[in-house]
């Protein structure tokens, strides 16, 4: 068991690691990071969550429901998140919310929650894998998405959950999106995150969601061999959540999968396009902010 004390995310002792950030990570014949040995039906399905141009995603996560229940902003699906779907690239939920309330003439990609299992009244890191490949393959999945508790008590479950997802998914070409779950014991810093997202991409993630932290967050980004998005976590000020946005692309995320920071904004269409604007565009928080308070003012 290593000394939590002194080691590092690649758990070796001391401080000093070659993560060498400046140094843009090679991806030959592919514009995404880790994927050029990918077969093309996975690189199809990721040039769809992934923009080609920008290299750069944009995903609307509205999958909460399935621990939380109707939380704020996600009441009533139909009238607070499907307005949303065209100004995003992909929408991330569960099958039940996507049957039930999304159009399925809405084109966009859908990355499927797949692992469930637990709610916020219990223990949140008791899951299972809740759908089974047929049922992505049949709602034209573009990515499924499972909740990973690096260090928690069901640890060796979660990773499990994984690791059959990502078989199931290499059968039929869908990519896994493994997801950083971060338990109360746990503390966000480069180091737990670091640790956390390195292990889902060796053990075969296509890419991974993980949380923004304000020290050493590119060490996390260079430390992993494939894409990076951030969650967005509880409701900040809108100029705090862009900034957050900018910071973590500048520092090597290859864009978010936010939710609570745009259903909860006080016009959810305008924050989702100043997230566009800073994720592809880079566009610096403020002006991105103006652009918000501007589209506020003429709704
Ligand atoms: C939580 O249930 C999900 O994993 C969310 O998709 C994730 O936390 C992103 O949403 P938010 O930006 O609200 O944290």
Redesign the pocket.
């Known amino acids: 068991m290593p000394d939590e004390q002194t080691t590092t995310p690649g758990g070796d002792t001391g401080e000093s690691k070659a993560f060498s950030p400046d140094i843009p990570f090679e991806t030959p014949g592919f514009f995404l990071r880790g994927s050029a040995s990918l077969d093309w039906g996975m690189k199809n399905r990721l040039s769809r969550i992934f923009n080609p141009k920008s290299g750069r995603t944009v995903?609307l996560?509205?999958?909460?429901?399935?621990?939380?229940g109707p939380t704020t902003g996600l009441e009533r699906i139909d009238l607070n998140i499907v307005p949303l779907c065209d100004h995003v690239d992909v929408l991330?939920c569960t099958r039940g919310i996507l049957r039930s309330c999304v159009p399925p003439s809405c084109t966009k990609p859908v990355a499927l929650?797949v692992s469930a299992g637990a709610t916020i009244l219990k223990d949140l890191s008791y899951e299972h894998v809740g759908v089974d490949i047929e049922d992505a393959v049949r709602l034209n999945a573009a990515a499924m998405?499972v909740?990973v508790y690096v260090g928690g008590e069901h640890e060796h479950d979660t990773l499990e959950n994984l690791t059959k997802t990502i078989d199931a998914g290499n059968r039929v070409g869908i990519p896994t999106l493994g997801?950083t779950?971060v338990g109360r014991e746990m503390v966000r810093d480069a180091r737990y995150l670091g640790l956390s997202c390195r292990i889902i991409a060796e053990l075969g993630a296509h890419y991974i969601?993980t949380?923004y932290c304000e020290k050493d967050f590119e060490q996390v980004t260079s430390a992993c061999p494939v894409p990076i998005v951030?969650?967005?976590?509880?409701?900040l000020p809108e100029l705090d959540a862009l900034k957050m946005c900018y910071n973590a692309v500048q520092q090597g995320a290859a864009g978010?999968?936010?939710?609570?920071?745009?259903?909860?904004a006080d016009n959810p269409v305008a924050m989702v396009k100043a997230v566009c604007a800073v994720v592809h565009e880079l566009t610096p928080p403020a002006d991105a902010y103006q652009m918000y308070q501007d589209m506020c003012h003429q709704a």
């Open positions: 995903m996560a509205f999958d909460h429901g399935y621990i939380m991330m929650r998405a909740q997801v779950a969601k949380y951030i969650a967005g976590g509880k409701k978010v999968d936010m939710g609570r920071n745009i259903f909860q």
